[in-house]
């Protein structure tokens, strides 16, 4: 039976009576990207009227546009008609929902400079805008596309650097602001995004096993450091995967975890780590808990447990300098040995995965561990000479060490904590303290000590150093404010526990058993200020290995933030170039303290800063020390100790000495 031909005419409606077909239309195909016009005169004319009208009689709209009739209220005392809202959808409107990396269980947001306070956001409360005030013709990626998929250690540390600077930096700006908005400062977030609009990251072809550039034991105190570098880009979930394909299937295969201390874990062995799922909610305040689902992350730990697949881990632990702080060190792959579900402390199930170290590898948290059974006195330290090389004169004991050969100990000297000055070294200029009764604040204009510095405080809200500068002016004891003040940092005494030990082959060296921020404060260069030409001539300079000469010519390197990458940065204020008011000489041969055991490097990890204070307006120059960048415990300590010159100006090669510390870049002497 032949089905009953429906017509449609001018006004879209079908018709209830029969219908005249001379009237109809000659319907063509939508692909003839033309208009059908009625070829009878009898028809109604063609008329092109808006989406929502007026319309003509005998029109009305059609659908998508049409809507109920728009009457305008004729009792308003204005003309002026508000047109109809259409109920069409844009599809640009039908956005894929947010994706929540936050599952409740090992997905911490890591360290945030001591602004965190252990709160948890969820990642789309944090949305990544390109900064408008990036200037590409003023930056400089200096990272090539095969670097930016696979790195190396110097492209890694570049990297790495690149991103403290600007975070301390960003850190400044965010602690001069005089009033609080209530919000979370996430300086580390805002450095991170700017640099991953402009490319400066590595490793960003994920893969299984090791990481290119990254080496047991590294530490890092943010977790976008380790985004930026291919180790975990997660950043704020606790597991990472990738998705493997096969001919028949796809499916993710976990690449590194993160396990923090804030969950389930059993995370006190060294080599076995019992690792909590993620999801259900099981960690979320206000939030109802529910079982983990064996999807994302607890999938991918299900399959390298199956595959017998390499995974990194990274032990999270709070930093023992800023106790609000945490500090991640990487310790090397882990297999998936068993997994099972059991019951929460909310009473859900949740999965538990069984990992197991892989033999062989450079102790990392297994190091931590013994470092802490150390201070807590749970455990004797081989080769401890004396407990306090200090006898009490620093806060925090420095031990004696020495499990290499029988010596007992260095030559005699006298403890002294800071510069001892024969005489006063008095600026052309007198100048004087501040007049803050209280703290001095950051971006005060009133405090003259923060305008000596260019109006800007020079170190973050945790004492950490911003930028090198050619001379940094802290309070000193003639200024009224208290002892607490942020601009005191190099006059507060040692911040980490240090260790003078006996090295194998470069005398008595210095090491910390705590992890060490990068521009963290370490200790002053003490001993007696000294004239150089008279010292000469006296042939007190003979004994070099404790002396400490601002005259000396020194590697350029760059620490500071790179300009151009914050609005409204001045450029000028990036000079690294130091510039003291006279030369200082410091001998520590009979006079001084830890840093006399500081060795030279050629690479170091830890440069000087001249600072000057005023007492009793005078002036006086002190060297301080601080980190280059993240000192994980127990590595040696250096800093360059430059290149002599004679009184004309020419290097005296006669005065070197061969150099020792073996790193890529040795020049094979200093002094």
């Known amino acids: ?123 789309s409360s944090y949305k990544q805008k390109r900064p408008k005030n990036v200037q590409d013709s003023d930056f400089s990626v200096g990272i090539s596309s095969f670097e930016r998929d696979d790195g190396n250690r110097q492209v890694a540390n570049n990297v790495l650097m690149r991103f403290d600077a600007l975070r301390r930096r960003i850190s400044q700006i965010e602690d001069a602001k005089e009033t ?30 090791v990481v290119p550039g990254v080496e047991i034991g590294d530490i890092f105190f943010f977790r976008m450091e380790m985004c930026l570098i291919g180790l975990h880009s997660q950043s704020m979930a606790g597991i990472d995967y990738m998705i493997t394909r096969s001919d028949l299937d796809e499916e993710p295969v976990a690449v590194s975890i993160i396990s923090s201390g804030g969950y389930d874990d059993d995370a006190e062995d060294s080599d076995i780590l019992i690792y909590s799922g993620q999801g259900g909610n099981a960690n979320r305040k206000g939030e109802q808990a529910a079982d983990q689902k064996l999807e994302r992350g607890n999938l991918a730990l299900e399959r390298s447990l199956r595959r017998a697949s390499e995974v990194r881990v990274i032990r999270g632990m709070k930093d023992a300098i800023n106790q609000s702080s945490k500090v991640y060190v990487y310790d090397g792959l882990y297999t998936v040995q068993e997994s099972w579900t059991e019951k929460g402390k909310s009473g859900c199930n949740i999965f538990k995965y069984k990992l197991v170290r892989i033999p062989g590898q450079p102790g990392a948290f297994a190091l931590w561990k013994l470092i802490q059974r150390w201070k807590d006195g749970m455990s004797g330290r081989v080769g401890l000479i004396l407990p306090d090389l200090s006898s009490g004169a620093e806060p925090i004991p420095i031990a004696l060490i020495n499990d290499v050969d029988d010596e007992k100990g260095p030559a005699y000297f006298t403890y002294l904590t800071t510069v ?45 150093l911003v930028s090198r500068k050619p001379l940094i002016y802290e309070c000193g004891p003639s200024c009224p404010c208290n002892r607490d003040c942020k601009n005191r940092v190099s006059q507060t005494g040692l911040k980490v526990r240090l260790d003078v030990f006996k090295t194998k082959d470069r005398g008595w060296g210095l090491r910390s058993l705590d992890p060490i921020r990068a521009g963290t404060f370490i200790c002053e260069y003490a001993g007696e200020v000294v004239d150089k030409f008279k010292a000469r001539q006296d042939g007190e300079d003979s004994n070099e290995d404790y002396v400490f000469d601002t005259t000396r010519t020194y590697d350029s390197f760059k620490w500071n933030y790179e300009p151009g990458l914050i609005e409204d940065d001045d450029p000028s204020d990036t000079t690294e170039e130091y510039d003291l008011p006279y030369p200082l000489v410091i001998s520590a041969k009979n006079v001084g303290n830890v840093a006399r055991f500081m060795n030279h490097s050629c690479s170091p990890n830890v440069f000087w800063q001249p600072i000057i204070f005023e007492n009793n307006n005078e002036s006086f120059v002190h060297v301080a020390f601080f980190a280059m960048k993240h000192v994980p415990p127990m590595t040696e300590l250096t800093y360059d100790y430059g290149i002599s010159k004679s009184d004309g100006g020419n290097y005296e090669p006669h005065r070197k000495k061969k150099c020792l510390c073996g790193t890529l870049k040795c020049r094979g002497y200093f002094g």
Do not use: H, W
């Not at 001379?22 to 063509?28: A, E, F, G, S």
């Not at 009305?60 to 008609?81: H, L």
């Not at 209530?182 to 960003?204: H, P, Q």
């Open 420 to 464: 001892k000055y024969s005489k006063s070294f008095r600026l052309t200029q007198p100048s004087f303290g501040c007049n803050c009764y209280s703290a001095c604040g950051p971006g005060n204009p009133n405090c003259s000590c923060v305008q000596k510095n260019g109006g800007d405080f020079p170190y973050t809200a945790n004492g950490v």
């Open 180 to 209: 609080s908005t209530g919000l979370i400062r996430r300086a580390d977030l805002k450095a991170s995004n700017i640099l991953m609009s402009k490319g400066v990251r590595t490793n960003m072809r994920k893969r299984l096993g």
């Open 1 to 123: 039976m032949q089905a009953p031909e429906v017509v449609l005419v001018m006004d879209g409606t079908v018709p209830s009576a029969p219908l005249d077909k001379t009237k109809v239309l000659d319907v063509k195909p939508l692909r003839s990207l033309r208009p059908v016009l009625p070829s009878s005169p009898q028809a109604p004319p063609f008329v092109c009227a808006p989406p929502f009208g007026p319309f003509p009689p005998g029109f009305s709209p059609f659908y998508p546009f049409s809507a109920p009739e728009f009457t305008p209220d004729n009792n308003q005392n204005n003309n002026t008609q508000t047109p109809p809202t259409s109920i069409a959808t844009p599809i640009r409107s039908f956005r894929s929902p947010d994706v929540n990396f936050v599952d409740g269980s090992n997905g911490d947001l890591g360290s945030s400079d001591g602004f965190l306070d252990g709160k948890k956001r969820r990642a």
